[in-house]
């Protein structure tokens, strides 16, 4: 079982959405890792914007969705992948730009699904208001 779940969507202009998100709808923010800014939707349900200036020149931007999961045992979901010969894209590995442990493989559509976790002691904190 996971700990909670996060969908990660591109945006051209990361003030414009947050300035939505918080003040239409109302969501707090959960973490803000610089280019990206997580927002709690409900207990254990997050959806996540993330700034890609580069997304102009890319036509159907909108439509790339990362689903991701998120544990603290990343490397047996790893090995729970493997031994169900599933193909990993990206293995275990820390990204430092975001503070995460993850790993990358798709779903039988094509979509990616990431299993990660969290290295910042800020995530989680908002479960506690």
């Known amino acids: 079982m996971f700990e909670s779940q996060v969908t990660f969507l591109y945006t051209l202009d990361l003030d414009r959405t947050t300035a939505f998100y918080t003040n ?15 927002y709690r939707v409900s207990r254990g349900a997050y959806v996540g914007f993330c700034q890609r200036d580069d997304l102009a ?23 729970r992948l ?34 990660q976790r969290f290295e910042d002691p800020a995530w989680g904190q908002s479960e506690l208001e």
């Open 82 to 115: 493997q031994a169900a010969g599933i193909p990993v894209e990206k293995p275990p590995q820390l990204n430092p730009i975001y503070n995460i442990y993850h790993l990358f493989f798709r779903d039988v559509n094509g979509y990616l699904i990431e299993i």
């Open 24 to 38: 239409a709808l109302g969501l707090k923010l959960a973490l803000d890792q610089g280019k990206c800014r997580i």
């Open 57 to 79: 020149e890319a036509p159907g931007w909108e439509s790339k969705v990362i689903f991701t999961l998120v544990t603290p045992d990343v490397d047996a979901w790893y090995g």
